[in-house]
């Protein structure tokens, strides 16, 4: 099984940005359509954004046009660029594939609070 980390989480204002980081065990992300998720309290975890192996990308409506997911050339890391951010996107992010998740890795807290 591949391990997931994500990292990069945090406080932040409302309308600041952050840069959530994914890193993995395996060479997933180029062969793999791969996401990230978001899970607010006490709510089932939902996907936000895709980037497929071929950089198509699809955003969540509520979060389309200020997130940005990419891999980076070599692979190794998928990042989620979040710009515009709102006390509504306050949740514990997570990475993962999307047809085939691995283990759930522990998370990054994000907080959107003035």
């Known amino acids: 099984q591949v391990q997931l980390v994500e990292s990069g989480g945090g406080w932040v204002r409302p309308g600041g940005s952050l840069t959530l980081l994914c890193s993995a065990s395996g060479s997933i992300f180029s062969s793999y359509t791969m996401g990230w998720y978001r899970q607010h309290p006490g709510k089932r975890r939902e996907l936000v954004a895709i980037v497929s192996p071929d950089d198509s990308t699809y955003y969540e409506d509520s979060v389309k046009g200020r997130f940005t997911i990419s891999r980076d050339t070599a692979m190794t890391t998928m990042t989620l660029q979040m710009n515009a951010l709102k006390p509504e996107d306050t949740a514990v992010y997570y990475c993962?594939?999307?047809?085939?998740?691995?283990?759930w890795g522990q998370g990054t807290q994000v907080i959107v609070s003035s």
């Open positions: 993962n594939g999307v047809d085939s998740p691995s283990d």
